[in-house]
Nanobody, 122 residues
């Protein structure tokens, strides 16, 4: 059983930057691909970004390309999402997710964090 805990959300003005972190426990960290999803009020949860177990592969939703950077530190069992040039439409609860498969983590994660609120003011 893998436990995921997000941190680092908050309020930022449009155009600003914010970083999210996800701390994992309960499994062999490098064996899991990790991802970020988000859910805005009244909208379905959507994929944001994913990173493979080794950190060598990354993938982004179109809205995040060029603005968001996902990374992981297998020595510290942590994953990060750096978000730049934030827009009001990026406002959402951001969730950390994990799956043994790099393919599946983008669509059907096996484990979820509790979420962290990100609010971007205009």
């Amino acid at each position: 059983q893998v436990q995921l805990v997000e941190s680092g959300g908050g309020l930022v003005q449009a155009g600003g930057s914010l970083g999210l972190s996800c701390a994992a426990s309960g499994g062999t960290f490098s064996a899991y691909a990790l991802g970020w999803f988000r859910q805005a009020p009244g909208k379905p949860r959507e994929f944001v970004a994913a990173v493979s177990g080794s950190g060598g592969l990354t993938y982004y939703a179109d809205f995040g390309k060029g603005r968001f950077t996902i990374s992981r530190d297998n020595g510290k069992n942590t994953m990060n999402l750096q978000m730049n040039s934030l827009r009001p439409e990026d406002t959402a609860v951001y969730y950390c997710a994990a799956h043994r498969s790099y393919v599946s983590v983008k669509t059907t994660p096996a484990y979820w964090g509790q979420g962290a609120q990100v609010t971007v003011s205009s």
